[in-house]
């Protein structure tokens, strides 16, 4: 039976105090016992003997209903397919929003404790985590303009008449960031008449007000139901804009960070084991600032990787690439990266900020648009419309705009880009897409009316299960591959997420880091990001070894220290001799 101990206490107190006030600490740490002991917590999560993360951790990212089967719920479907093609492949399940909602598909959440009948119950969700670990958004920013809490705030209802930002006519709000080319407040009739509320993401997604320490409470309450039913990972959706404050930027907030805290004081006391993911699409030294000092996120995206990885490809050059990777650090002791190139959402552009010219990334923009997807906007500092997000399906990225439109020089192309991403440290998570070779869908843009739609494009069981039973199908061909990859890499000490990370000096062609694990031998990962043979000398390289001999992991060929690689081929190189 879990309890609030005085250890515990003191943890809390100066949080509660710097976000609350220190009049109200007492009363809230009664109410966070009382949240902290509804529910009956498994066992420590990650132990010994159950690693957190290890080599063979990897993350798929679905919807619950990534594939169709005619009169069953989609999460009963997804389990079966999990099952049947995935387990022993990936550890981690990410259901995107699986709770009833009104758009953006799941992230305008109605109602938080409920699954969407359409998509199951959470007895689905609870036999899908039997066979994998289970990851849950909380989309803890805004909730749906068609929710309960919505409703009571319109109707003056308590508590939730006061769960929301109302913003009176005449505010200054210039200092705002804003994510997307949008009003920032939504006009809204009430009992009491026509109000302004904050809506940083569109008006159906209202903002909560976590200065109001009751949404907190109800967040946090909610975070430890989901740890309940499952869930060892909990990704906190959006969080970089949570705490609003008039008269400054209103992100990345210094009580934001605070909140981040708490809840990583309240999960690592009350459910050890679980962890926190922010989900911060921001500039790189902005992303990894939430890992505090260790006491803020477990894991964080590197949002920057996968437009990287983009522009590597295109432009032919790995400069950029190898600039950023040496000038990652270590995340602290306990702590780790989520590497991944697609999502549910678009390619995040802000991550580029520092890192490319303006000039390059409105090019970049330009190679997508050509390889069929959309740029998304947002309005920057000086008032333009400036590129925030790029939505394409992450193999039709790979399209070369500049020369072949070969099928087969894609999937190369693609495969140099995965296998940079699983090869770095941290741990993989991959869109299901990107696992199924899913194309751009511009129908279903142009039947949403969302950009976002071209990346979020449903399969048929059936119909996918066809696909992959046929060797010569695309579909088959990426899933195959990319499988046999991931089994190859679980068998390696040097991909564990701790193992650490050098970035080597090579030519411009080439991306080249070394793994090493505690007590085993380095690995060497290579990668040509052009469509040319580029010369590699890895004595030269290593400079401290006169190794003659290396074998590669992923052909199971042996080369000798001096060698040509051919176009967006990529190595994983172990010293023979």
């Known amino acids: 039976m879990w309890r609030l101990t005085n250890v515990f206490k003191e943890a809390l107190r100066p949080r509660l105090a710097k976000l609350y006030g220190q009049q109200q600490v007492d009363r809230l740490l009664e109410r966070i016992?009382?949240?902290?002991?509804r529910y009956n917590y498994l066992e420590e999560r990650c132990s010994f003997d159950s690693p957190c993360w290890d080599e063979h951790s990897c993350i798929l990212i679905t919807y619950g209903d990534m594939l169709h089967k005619p009169d069953e719920p989609g999460l009963v479907t997804l389990e079966r397919f999990?099952?049947?093609?995935?387990?022993?492949?990936?550890?981690?399940?990410?259901?995107?929003?699986?709770?009833?909602?009104s758009s953006d598909d799941g992230f305008s959440v109605v109602d938080y404790r409920q699954v969407d009948p359409a998509l199951g119950t959470w007895g689905d969700v609870e036999c899908l985590g039997l066979k994998f670990r289970l990851m849950f958004d909380l989309v803890l920013n805004h909730v749906s303009s068609k929710s309960k809490w919505f409703d009571d705030f319109r109707g003056a209802v308590a508590p939730a008449r006061e769960y929301f930002i109302e913003v009176p006519p005449g505010v200054d709000l210039s200092q705002v960031v804003r994510p997307r080319a949008l009003p920032l407040l939504t006009s809204v009739t009430t009992v009491k008449g026509e109000k302004q509320v904050w809506t940083t993401f569109s008006d159906d997604q209202i903002d909560l007000d976590f200065a109001n320490p009751d949404v907190m409470?109800?967040?946090?309450?909610?975070?430890?139901?989901?740890?309940?039913?499952?869930?060892?990972?909990?990704?906190?959706?959006?969080?970089?804009?949570?705490?609003?404050?008039?008269?400054?930027?209103?992100i990345n907030h210094p009580y934001t960070h605070e909140v981040v805290k708490l809840f990583r004081d309240v999960v690592e006391n009350v459910t050890p084991g679980a962890l926190l993911l922010t989900e911060t699409n921001l500039p790189h030294k902005e992303n990894v600032s939430y890992f505090g000092a260790g006491d803020e996120a477990h894991i964080v995206y590197q949002f920057s990787l996968a437009p990287l990885l983009v522009h590597a490809i295109q432009a032919g050059t790995a400069r950029y690439l190898t600039r950023w990777a040496q000038s990652l650090s270590p995340p602290p002791p306990g702590c780790t990266f989520l590497n991944f190139t697609a999502s549910h959402d678009g390619i995040g552009v802000r991550p580029l900020e520092g890192l490319l010219t303006q000039e390059e990334i409105d090019d970049l923009a330009e190679s997508v648009?050509?390889?069929?997807?959309?740029?998304?906007?947002?309005?920057?500092?000086?008032?333009k419309e400036q590129p925030y997000e790029l939505n394409i399906t992450y193999f039709d990225a790979m399209q070369d705009v500049a020369g072949s439109d070969d099928l087969?020089?894609?999937v190369l192309r693609f495969f140099c880009s995965q296998i940079i991403m699983l090869?770095?440290?941290?741990?993989?998570?991959?869109?299901?897409?990107?696992?199924?070779?899913?194309?751009?869908?511009?129908?279903?843009?142009?039947?949403?009316?969302?950009?976002?739609?071209?990346?979020?494009?449903?399969?048929?069981?059936?119909g996918l299960r066809k696909l992959l039973a046929d060797p010569a199908s695309l579909s088959a061909t990426i899933f195959n591959k990319y499988t046999e990859l991931l089994r190859i890499r679980a068998k390696m000490a040097a991909f564990h997420p701790d193992a650490l990370q050098v970035v080597l000096e090579a030519d411009d062609g080439l991306f080249v880091f070394r793994r090493l694990p505690v007590g085993g031998s380095p690995l060497?990962?290579?990668?040509?990001?052009?469509?040319?043979?580029?010369?590699?000398?890895?004595?030269?390289l290593m400079k401290e070894s006169q190794a003659r001999y290396f074998k590669d992991h992923i052909s199971e060929k042996e080369y000798p220290a001096e060698m040509l690689v051919e176009p967006y081929q990529c190595l994983w190189l172990e010293k023979l001799s």
């Open 33 to 37: 016992a009382l949240v902290a002991g």
């Open 82 to 101: 999990a099952g049947d093609f995935l387990e022993g492949i990936v550890t981690v399940i990410h259901i995107l929003p699986f709770f009833p909602s």
């Open 217 to 250: 409470l109800e967040m946090m309450d909610i975070l430890l139901g989901y740890i309940n039913r499952g869930a060892a990972i909990i990704r906190l959706d959006a969080i970089a804009y949570l705490w609003k404050e008039i008269g400054t930027p209103c």
């Open 369 to 383: 648009r050509q390889c069929g997807g959309y740029v998304s906007s947002r309005t920057g500092e000086n008032g």
């Open 408 to 410: 087969e020089w894609q």
């Open 423 to 462: 090869g770095m440290r941290g741990i993989p998570a991959i869109y299901f897409h990107s696992l199924t070779g899913g194309r751009n869908d511009r129908k279903g843009v142009d039947e949403t009316g969302m950009k976002r739609s071209v990346n979020r494009g449903r399969w048929k069981d059936e």
């Open 524 to 540: 060497f990962c290579v990668h040509n990001v052009t469509g040319q043979q580029q010369p590699l000398n890895m004595q030269a």
